[in-house]
């Protein structure tokens, strides 16, 4: 079993910063993509980072510049560091991981959201 735990989230000003982290736990062989996505109340769920096992990144156009994903992959982490918040950037923040367990199967992981609340 394979668990992704999420802190970090809470309430800061606009233009101010947060740092989200998300570690996984359990019979972990290896972890390959790791994202973070987000869902803001009525809106449908969006990718904001990803970054592959070789910590290849990707970003969403609406956080580029602002947002920095990265892993510790020692520590079985993923990172989220935003900056220059605005608040259109509210929103319940989800990490998903792609684990390889020991068995050798991969299976998809979701961690149960940390809320991001940027006041104007």
């Known amino acids: 079993q394979v668990q992704l735990v999420e802190s970090g989230g809470g309430l800061v000003q606009t233009g101010g910063s947060l740092r989200l982290s998300c570690a996984a736990s359990?019979?972990?062989?290896?972890?390959?993509?790791m994202d973070w996505y987000r869902q803001a109340p009525g809106k449908r769920r969006e990718l904001v980072a990803t970054?592959?096992?070789?910590?290849?990144?990707n970003y969403a156009d609406s956080v580029k510049g602002r947002f920095t994903i990265s892993r510790d992959n020692a520590k079985n982490t993923v990172y989220l560091q935003m900056s220059s918040l605005k608040p259109e950037d509210t929103a319940v923040y989800y990490c998903?991981?792609?684990?390889?367990?020991?068995?050798?199967?991969?299976?998809?992981?979701w961690g149960q959201g940390t809320q991001v609340t940027v006041s104007s």
């Open positions: 970054i592959t096992d070789g910590a290849r990144t």
């Open positions: 998903h991981g792609v684990v390889k367990v020991a068995s050798g199967s991969t299976y998809s992981y």
């Open positions: 359990g019979t972990i062989f290896s972890i390959n993509g």
